[in-house]
């Protein structure tokens, strides 16, 4: 392997969009590469499936770990089945997953957390508290608690070789991540003008826009004095940025760039506001609780920030592939809201007549219809599922340079789940 090269930079791709072709280009890199076949600098068809030598593929693991087989397969709806077959290393993820196995690790800590978060949204008023309880309710996935406590035993047993328990405020660190993630979805649906939530009635549905709102945020003013009572302004100022980012977040989904070029970043940019930017923050509180020195913090914040990317891109692509029963939220919402998420993006450049209806947020007669078989004619998905693939691959390669340990397993574990959640 004289050939292989070593990329120095960190995990930003950049994309500029040209008619037909996304061109990206590698700031930072994601492994060593194959030198032989393309120019990193500018990288002219990585994503496109016509230039296999081009492909990302030839990316190999920081860790030199020989690549195994992993098959790929999506489904659109009933009536259009994609399947990539490609090579990636999936050697850290042979062992089965599941949430339970992770969930065994951090027992203790884990299962008396929705009574706790209860406790902390508890108000006189009772109509508030039962909207405020409404959604927390433990019947979500929990993946950021799930995450921030194993990253705090990570961390702690990184620091200290004991990883036995997770401090007080790290903990306190996971019933924020619940409970900012549990409002912003209250808020979301309202601003998505959503129904369904976890296969039953949203909070907006039942009590109305006015009260959804109001409880969204007694939840957060909820969280903001958790946060307030650690005493710790590094990290009082990690999380409310988090908040901020969120608001953010949603308020570029609802414009829509009229440069092309500037599309796919604005989507990137969006995405970690809106999703990534919880996790990443919250992995970095539970690292800096933990007393981690600034490099353990930027992998916690990076391994944070690559599974937000992944998880809403997979989230993008179920939108298309999945179905409302499977993900219990309305599923094919994203381009009736307007939304040009990943899969479309990429679409467009195979298929160009997307991109007016892009810029006007698909909102003629046909549109939606028309948008969503071009994507399902097109590689859109499979690109974007690329691109989570990276990001996860990234969040895998940040965790492993800290110390194993079974929580870190369990953390190089999640990744595979989020990659191929189907809900
Ligand atoms: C949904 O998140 C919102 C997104 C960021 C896509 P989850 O899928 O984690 O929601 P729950 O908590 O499990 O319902
Ligand atoms: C994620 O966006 C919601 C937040 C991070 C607030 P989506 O709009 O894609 O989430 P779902 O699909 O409604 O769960
Ligand atoms: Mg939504
Ligand atoms: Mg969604």
Redesign the pocket.
Known sequence: MASVRRFTCGPMLRFTILPRRIYYRMDKTYGTFCGKHCNLQICPACLSRQNNKHSPLNFQPINSAPLSTLSVTTSFSTSKQIQCRRRISTNHMKEAFTLQNSYKLIEEEFSTLTEDIKKLTSSDKLELQNIAHYHLDGHGKSIRPMTVMLMAKTCNYHHTYDDSSILHPQRVIAMISEMIHTA??I???VI?M?DI?RGKPTVKALWGERKAILAGNFILSQASSALANLQNEYVVTVISGVIED?VK??FMQLGSKEDENERFNHYLKKTFK??ASLIANSCKAVAILGNCCEDVIDIAYNYGRNIGLTF?LI??IL?FVSCDKIMG?PTT??LKLGLATAPVLFAAQEYPELHPMIMRRFSQIGDVRRARDLVAKSDGVTQARILAEQHAKEAVRMIQQLKTSSSQQALIHLVKFILDRKK
């Open positions: 912003s979805l808020h979301d649906d998505d959503s939530r969120l977040g949603e809106k999703t809403q989230d993008d939108d939220k919402a994203d």
